[in-house]
């Protein structure tokens, strides 16, 4: 009997023993399982903030080095629609050098424009409402891509544009493209808003700028150990 007895003391013993055990395992669980619930929207807020902050910084300072859009094929910029047509056909035609000088031009104009971007996206960032923050995070991979896109991309333009026209205008055959390229339009051959050289370069470097910011930021939803501070990534390990 007290042999049984024992034995029923001691199961009972373990049982208790694994309980508690179960007990400490699904509380820790719950600890380093975050969700966006358990975090405060200014956390949220400021994670993709920095977050942010971080792509941009990468952007800009990989298209704004000497070769950032001519080297980088994403991003490079060519002739528009059939003008790029035009010009494999004066490539053949042995003109090919004043070609490649235009494009490189355009592409040096651009390099030399985006540093200008930092400093107003950044700005706008900083006004990022918590209603934004919070729409950006349940969106899709590149929400605060677009939000930057179309909160700064007036501003952007105008900043861009004397740099983009002042570059451009040192090149001669600029003023033959907007000659060109006005008559081009005109029959429909290419775009209006293509017609003008320092407008057309503005708007591709302002594509290729927020595409390489989309991408960071796809980066940093993907794999959270990418991002810069251990705040943004605990929020975005949460999503």
Do not use: W
């Not at 503005?202 to 251990?230: M, S, V, Y």
């Amino acid at each position: 009997m007290i042999e049984k007895r024992l034995c029923a003391h001691l199961l009972r013993l373990i049982h208790q023993l694994d309980q508690q055990r179960l007990g400490i395992l699904m509380l820790s669980a719950s600890v380093h399982a975050v969700s966006l619930t358990d975090l405060s929207q200014q956390d949220t807020s400021s994670a993709l903030k920095q977050a942010l902050d971080q792509g941009i910084a990468m952007a800009v300072t990989e298209l704004g080095k000497p070769g950032g859009f001519n080297s980088n094929p994403q991003v490079r910029i060519e002739l528009p629609g059939n003008l790029a047509k035009v010009a494999s056909s004066m490539k053949m035609m042995g003109m090919g050098g004043e070609v490649e000088q235009l494009e490189n031009s355009m592409n040096k104009a651009a390099e030399l424009a985006v540093p200008q971007a930092k400093a107003l996206l950044t700005n706008a960032v900083s006004k990022m409402t918590l209603k934004d923050a919070k729409g950006i995070l349940a969106g899709p991979d590149d929400a605060a891509t677009q939000y930057l896109n179309k909160s700064s991309r007036e501003q952007l333009r105008k900043s861009f544009l004397p740099i983009v026209k002042q570059a451009t205008d040192k090149v001669g055959l600029a003023k033959q493209y907007n000659t060109f390229a006005g008559q081009a339009a005109s029959f429909g051959v290419i775009p209006s808003k293509d017609a003008n050289i320092e407008n057309y370069v503005t708007e591709q470097a302002l594509n290729g700028l927020f595409e390489i910011i989309a991408q960071e930021e796809g980066k940093i939803r993907q794999n959270p150990a990418d991002a810069a501070t251990q705040l943004a990534k605990k929020v975005f390990s949460a999503q």
